[in-house]
């Protein structure tokens, strides 16, 4: 079962004076009797990587395809860079650049032919084309294979041509649906050093990944959706505090015999013993720390004890009750 979320902890308001790349409000989506969007609502502020995570089947990519007006709400609203999506689809594919989990590059031809194809389909000027075509290979370290057959690239590098073909008509936001899927641990560190860089040219990025620690390395905040609904957003390390607290896990010299004393501790969530093994769940660290110090000290040997905060995986499991990837 996920944990139930009360309005009042999804209360992220936007920076103050903070322009909103992604507006969405109320959205609803449904196919028939189904609704895979339930009156869901979120902000993207211009500028930041902001993650969009939930299980197999929990809404992510139907709210993408209305994001980026592939597809039309049952009701509610979507804004993207102050376009409405019902009424300014063309404007909004115009600013979004996107990299799908399928790449859909030509793989007969060359790296520069599929560049060339998409400029002419966004209508960059003849002039401008090359000089793009160049600086966006040079930029994704595949100027030296222009004129390689895709097919003869390795998984990374047509994930690095993909994301050098979103960008080639300078999209305001850009939109990565697993951007390191199937990539090796070198070729995925290059394409988050891509992602960061965009950030710092102002671009807005929305990723969709089933890899947490990707969007603990990249996003400044993430959205958890389930059944279609949000069930929480903010930053990584406010969504560890909130929903995980702490761990402290303790080695004793014998078992301990007053469990009791340590569940009454303020905050504490969950008890475990194992032999001589504690683990303590709880909200907080340093002052609990020191009280279950303090109990455990007058009745056993404190040979090793350790506090360390939740991972993302276990904030997920706790928020969806499955975990994100099998």
Same mark, same amino acid.
């Given at each position: ?40 609502? %979120? ?52 600013? %979004? ?75 305001? %936001? ?55 609904? %949000? ?96």
């Amino acid at each position: 079962m996920s944990k139930e979320v009360t309005p009042a902890m999804l209360t992220v308001p936007v920076e103050a004076g903070g322009t909103l790349a992604i507006e969405v409000k109320d959205l609803c989506k449904s196919f028939g009797s189904f609704r895979a969007v339930d009156h869901l609502s %979120l902000e993207v502020r211009q500028g930041e990587i902001f993650g969009l995570l939930g299980p197999n089947g929990s809404g992510k990519t139907t709210t993408i395809n209305m994001i980026s007006g592939l597809s039309m709400p049952t009701s509610g609203e979507v804004r993207v860079l102050g376009y409405d999506v019902r009424h300014n689809a063309r404007q909004v594919r115009q600013i %979004l650049g996107s990299v799908p989990q399928e790449t859909a590059l030509y793989e007969e031809l060359s790296a520069w032919t599929n560049m060339d194809f998409h400029a002419d389909l966004f209508g960059i000027p003849r002039k401008e084309k090359k000089e793009r075509i160049t600086r966006l290979l040079e930029l994704v370290q595949l100027l030296d294979r222009k004129d390689s057959r895709v097919g003869t690239f390795s998984g990374g590098m047509k994930r690095r041509l993909a994301l050098a073909r979103a960008l080639l008509h300078d999209p305001r %936001l850009i939109y990565l649906d697993e951007p390191t899927l199937g990539v090796d641990v070198q070729a995925r560190r290059a394409i988050w050093d891509y992602i960061l860089a965009l950030r710092d040219q102002g671009k807005t990025v929305l990723i969709t990944t089933n890899y947490l620690e990707e969007a603990q390395a990249l996003c400044e905040r993430l959205a958890i959706i389930d059944h279609g609904k %949000l069930i929480a957003v903010d930053t990584p390390e406010h969504l560890k505090q909130t929903y995980g607290g702490s761990v402290i896990e303790v080695e004793t010299g014998q078992p301990v015999t007053d469990l009791a004393a340590l569940s009454a501790l303020a905050g504490v969530n969950d008890v475990k013993q194992e032999g001589t093994h504690l683990r303590i769940t709880a909200q907080g660290t340093s002052s609990i720390a020191a009280e279950v110090i303090n109990i455990l000290s007058q009745e056993s040997e404190i040979k090793e004890i350790a506090i360390r905060e939740p991972n993302l995986d276990e904030i997920f499991l706790l928020l969806t009750g499955t975990a994100l990837r099998d």
